[in-house]
C-alpha cells in the first residue's frame, strides 16, 4: 500500500486478502467434525460449519440470519434462548449436557460449549458454540454398569453354588449315611417301630436330597442357556392333580392335606417342565411352613390374557422384611420348617426365572402365623 490515500488498487488487494482470510478461515471450521455455530449479539446465527447444518438437516442458507426460534420447536428455543441469555449476563464461558434429537432422528447425548464474543471495550456482541457428541462414551458407560451389574450377579451365583454344595447337599448326606449305619451296625437292638422310623427319616431326606439336586441341575442348565423355551397349550388341572400326587408322600408325614380349587379347565401356554417346577417347589415351600394337620390349596383364575395360580397354606407365615428378599438370590433368607426341614432358598430363585421366561411375575403375600399365598401369572392359551 502507498504512503496517504490507499488507490483503488490497494483496497483491490484488501480485499483479495480479506476474502482468502475468511476462505481459509470457512476450510478450516469446515474441517472440524463437531457442530460449531456463531450468533450476533441479538442471537441471530451468523456463521455454522457444515457438521452443523448436518444436525439440522438444513442448508446454510437457511441457517444463516437465522434465529433459534426458525428453526426450532418453541419449546426447545426457549430453552436455547434462555441459554444464551444466560451466557450473555454472565460473561463466562458456558457448558452443559443436553439430550439432541438429529435431522436423521437419532437421540444423542450432547455437551454445549459456548463462550461469549465481546470487543475492545468487553461489550457483548455475540456468542460462539460447539456440540461435542457423548453418545458413544454414554453408551460404553451403561454397558460398563450393565456389566459389572452381571458380575455381581455372577459372584452371586457362584457363592450360592459353593453354599449349596458345601452346605446343603453336605448335611441330607451326612445324615442318610448316619441312619443307615446305625441301623446297619445297630439293627438287632431296634424294635420294629424304631426302624420304620429312622427308615422314614432316611426316605424322607433322600426325597428332599432329590429335590434340591433337581433344582440344582435346573438352575445350573438355566444359568448356562441350556433350558430351551417350549410353551405348548397345557390344561392346568392335570398339572396341578400330577404335581400333587408327587407331593402327597410328603405332606402324609405332617398329615397335611393338599386340595385343589376347581379351576374350570383352564389352559396356558407354557413350558410343560418349566411349570411342574414351579408347582412342585412352591407346594413343597408350603408342606415346609405348615405345621402339622395343616392344609395346603392350589387354585387358578382367569384376568384379561392371563391366568393367577396361587399356592396358599395355613402355615406359620412370613414377615415383611423377609418377604422383600424372597426371591433375591444375593439374600440368605433360608429358614428352617415347623419340623426343623432344611432349604437352600434355591427352588423359589428358580420359581422367578421360570415364570419370568413366561413374561409372567411371582410374588407372596403373608401375614404372621396365618400363612401365605404364593402368586404367579402365566399367558393364558390362545388357541387363534
Not at 451389574?149 to 450360592?160: F, R, S, Y
Not at 396365618?370 to 402365566?378: A, D, E, V
Amino acid at each position: 500500500m502507498t504512503q496517504g490515500k490507499p488507490t483503488y488498487q490497494d483496497l483491490e488487494k484488501e480485499i483479495i486478502k480479506l476474502k482468502l482470510e475468511l476462505k481459509i478461515q470457512d476450510k478450516m471450521i469446515n474441517t472440524i467434525p463437531n457442530p460449531l455455530f456463531v450468533k450476533n449479539k441479538d442471537f441471530i446465527y451468523t456463521n455454522c460449519n457444515d457438521a452443523f447444518a448436518a444436525y439440522l438437516g438444513l442448508p446454510k442458507t437457511e441457517i444463516i440470519n437465522s434465529s433459534v426460534y426458525d428453526i426450532a420447536p418453541k419449546e426447545l428455543a426457549d430453552k436455547y434462548y434462555l441459554a444464551d441469555c444466560e451466557l450473555r449476563d454472565s460473561l463466562e464461558n458456558q457448558t452443559y449436557e443436553c439430550n439432541v434429537k438429529y435431522a436423521d432422528g437419532t437421540l444423542h447425548d450432547i455437551i454445549f460449549h459456548k463462550a461469549n464474543i465481546t470487543n475492545e471495550k468487553n461489550e457483548f456482541c455475540g456468542i460462539v458454540g460447539i456440540m461435542l457428541d457423548i453418545t458413544e462414551y454414554k453408551n460404553a458407560e451403561q454397558a460398563l454398569k450393565e456389566n459389572q451389574k452381571h458380575l455381581i450377579e455372577l459372584n452371586a451365583t457362584k457363592d450360592k453354588l459353593f453354599s449349596i454344595i458345601a452346605h446343603d447337599l453336605r448335611t441330607p448326606f451326612s445324615s442318610i449315611l448316619g441312619f443307615s449305619e446305625l441301623l446297619i451296625e445297630d439293627a438287632k437292638d431296634f424294635d420294629e417301630l424304631e426302624t420304620e422310623e429312622y427308615l422314614k427319616l432316611i426316605n424322607t431326606t433322600a426325597k428332599s436330597t432329590l429335590v434340591l439336586l433337581d433344582n440344582l441341575l435346573s438352575w445350573a442348565k438355566s444359568q448356562s442357556g441350556q433350558i430351551i423355551y417350549k410353551p405348548k397349550k397345557i390344561v392346568l388341572s392335570s398339572i396341578i392333580e400330577e404335581t400333587i400326587k408327587n407331593s402327597n408322600s410328603t405332606a402324609k408325614i405332617k398329615d397335611i392335606s393338599i386340595n385343589q380349587i376347581q379351576t374350570d379347565k383352564i389352559a396356558v401356554n407354557a413350558d410343560e417342565n418349566m411349570l411342574k417346577t414351579v408347582l412342585r417347589n412352591l407346594i413343597s415351600n408350603a408342606i415346609k411352613f405348615t405345621k402339622l394337620g395343616g392344609s395346603i390349596s392350589i387354585s387358578a383364575i382367569q384376568k384379561h390374557k392371563q391366568v393367577e395360580i396361587s399356592v396358599s397354606d395355613n402355615g406359620v407365615g412370613i414377615n415383611n422384611e423377609t418377604l422383600k428378599k424372597l426371591f433375591d438370590l444375593s439374600e440368605n433368607t433360608t429358614s428352617k420348617g415347623t419340623e426343623k426341614e432344611k432349604g437352600s432358598g434355591l427352588g423359589l430363585i428358580l420359581c422367578k426365572e421360570f415364570v419370568e421366561k413366561h413374561k409372567g411375575s411371582i410374588w407372596a403375600e403373608s401375614e404372621i402365623g396365618k400363612g401365605s399365598i404364593f402368586k404367579f401369572t402365566l399367558p393364558l392359551y390362545n388357541s387363534k
